[in-house]
């Protein structure tokens, strides 16, 4: 028996009773599976149609729940869509409801979540707003309604085929792509953005700003000069319409919280009524106030959804920012989503697939892209509200979704009238609503010392006010990429030693315990996997350990260790290796025994054996090198010192 078989044997014995059980459970699963294909085919289906887990035990009880849960929903949304299509999108709004209508009655078949509310949300519309206006200034001509609306469908499409692809390709783990200080820096600026682009239109000035020359891609600094400048010429009548409607909407969340019989009043839905008739009779179009005017023609009926076709967009198209910006939006809407799918489902104590989100997001997008929608993803304050209508189902948002296909066949002609200075409130407030965690998150951040994640918080901020969105967000995911692969980079090593008074009881040195190093000897146990993002780092990280013995003694310090004669690799807690890493140990192996250092491998993990038996690392190092433990190859080490005195030569 050689080497290799030698060691393989021996920890297969090991892990022999641990196999044990499991094969007998893969049988049982195979014979489960033989004898009843239909239980397994329904446990699949009600993993990936997550339909299929409501649906049989569907009752009465829960569809007259669930109708008063997604009526009430739709007076939410209805509103919010109507007010990001013309406001941040510059688009009919006839498409945000195409959008909500198609996003929530695609998710309520495909999605896991009861409480979520997917749909238009404003930190995702405004990415879109900004991508609309930098396509413009790309073709270099002022582009139409319809033109505009292609381009965000366009984008919705994108955006559905790249999510889509990441739920098949399981990219579930981007939902920690983005720190909490990186995401609470880019909703912060993109709340305070939406508000200033909004204080224009709620002070009637949005005339006098393009007179101005302020265009959708001017800064907010610009815009923030210009307020200054020009808020003596705000239009009285649409100021007041504006404090009017803002007071109401900020009023009435306190009165719901200190009167339970008005947590379902419909404050939304109720203010958008009120100033569809007021300005409707009292004329407020003659006398300045800008109103949304004709949405749908003048039919009192049409289809409540446009037939499914590609975009037809304009000539000229900078694609590449288009995808990028698709690829930035897929990933902020995504994290943004599953952070409140995750909470309901922690709250609630259900199974949450994040890649089962991803799908339901892509399908949701690519529909709506097909049918003249925009961008939609689930928007935490908004299901906050929905779970307070305690839905059972995730009926609640198809019946929302249906609502919402009547009001755009049927009503559409009702809002000629609104006010656009109302449609901004909401939108307003939405923004305010975004900053409601940013005290706590700062507070907390600066009870632990967290600097860093503070700095990152300023930066990003900072780089989206003065800059651009599109620049803040890239920054945004830049900078977690980078920190991530910086932390991957490193791997976590330990340096092992002997605790006093003991033979045989071997302790990492950061433990605090009293543990001393051995004279001549590095013991080095790795705890992660080595693969080739970390390995160049574990050479040198071995590097300063034979200078120091310690990795926190700073590199500009003398060399504290005189002469090392051997190296014990604790290898019991890494079990994946790749082949970079396999070559690179190889290297760090004989480079060691060119300098006669003696190395020493223990506890091999299982899951690595053929990998260091193929690439003759096992035969490099020799049989006689290789442990069960590292009490043995200390054993092994005095025992060669009693035959063979060690003699301190520099190599």
Known sequence: MNEADRIYSHHAASYRSIAAPASKADDACKTTLTASPWHFWKTRCRYYVPMFQWLPAYSTTFFCQDLFSGVSLSFLFIPQALSYSTALLGIAPIHGLYSVSISTIIYAFTGMS??????????????VGASIAHQQAHTGHTLDAEGAAAIASLMAFLVGIITLMFGFFRFGFLD????????????????????????????????????????????????VSFLVAHAHEAHPLTTYVSLATL???????????????????????IVVIASIVLSRACDWQHRGVAILGTVSGNATFHAPLPLPALPKTPANLDYSSLIVNAIILSIVGFVESIAGTKLFAQKHNYFVSSNRELV????????????????????????????????????????????????????MSSFTYLPTAVLSSVIFMAATALLRELPHDLRFMWRIRAWKDIALLILVFCITMFFSLETGTSVAVLLSLVSTIKQNSYPR????????????????????RKVEQLDGVLI???????????CGKFKDLLHRLEQYGDLSVHPAEEPRYASLQHVVFDFGSMDYIDASAVHQLYEIISVYQTRRVKVYLVNIHPNIIDALTQSSVLELVGSHHIFDSITQAIQCIDYDAMIHPIKFNNP
């Open 493 to 512: 090593i330990s340096v092992m030693g002997r605790v006093k008074g003991s033979l045989c009881d071997f302790q990492a040195m950061s433990t605090g």
């Open 524 to 534: 080095v146990r790795m705890d992660d996997p080595l693969y080739f993002a970390n």
């Open 176 to 223: 920690s792509l983005l720190s909490r200080a990186l995401m609470c820096g880019l909703i912060t600026a993109v709340a305070i953005v939406i508000m200033i682009q909004q204080a224009i239109m709620l002070l009637g000035l949005a005339q006098h700003a393009a007179d101005a020359g302020l265009t959708s891609e001017s800064t907010s600094a610009q815009r």
């Open 114 to 127: 009861p409480q979520l509310s997917v749909g238009p949300e404003a930190s995702t519309s405004l990415i």
């Open 360 to 411: 339901a997001f892509g399908l949701c997008n690519i529909f709506g892209g097909l049918m003249q929608g925009y961008p939609s993803f689930g928007s935490l304050l908004r299901s906050k509200a929905h779970e307070m209508l305690n839905p059972r189902t995730q009926v609640s948002g198809l019946i929302s979704g249906v609502v919402s296909l009547v009001v755009t066949s049927t009503l």
């Open 247 to 269: 007071f109401w909407l900020a009023i009435m969340p306190t009165l719901k919280h200190r009167v339970p019989a008005l947590q379902k009043f419909p404050e939304m839905l």
